[in-house]
């Protein structure tokens, strides 16, 4: 019998082995147990940095859509449009995101007057756009 660990990324994690009762192994049987534990030590490395990769690739691309509607929102302003489609889109994109049913955004004013600037969905007795107390 001859048998060898199978070693992935330096720590044991297995072993292979082969024998026979009934005649001698071939002289080079040691040496090609030890190539094809090392084969398969390479296979199982390459497996867990695939699946790790995918995990990254994965988390990745939700952190990408994750930033997307501030990346648009970003743009608009970059693009320097006026404040009432700022808000617009910033409602939109929120709404959107937590699956709101209605967003508003509501500016205070220092004499205390609360008007409303941007709307996404609500039911029809929501106040409208530029609508104070």
Known sequence: MVAAPIIVEGRVWGAIGTGTRCECLPADTEQRI???????????ANAAGRAQLEESR??????AEE???????????ARGVPPAEVFAAVV???????GADA?????LDPDGVTTVVAVAGGPPDEPAVGSGP
């Open 34 to 44: 030890a190539d094809f534990t090392e084969l398969i030590g390479t296979a199982m």
């Open 92 to 98: 939109q994109e929120v709404a959107h995101i937590l």
């Open 103 to 107: 967003t508003p955004i509501a500016r």
């Open 58 to 63: 994965d988390e990745l691309r939700r952190l």
């Open 67 to 77: 930033q997307a509607p501030f990346r648009r929102v970003a743009t608009l302003v």
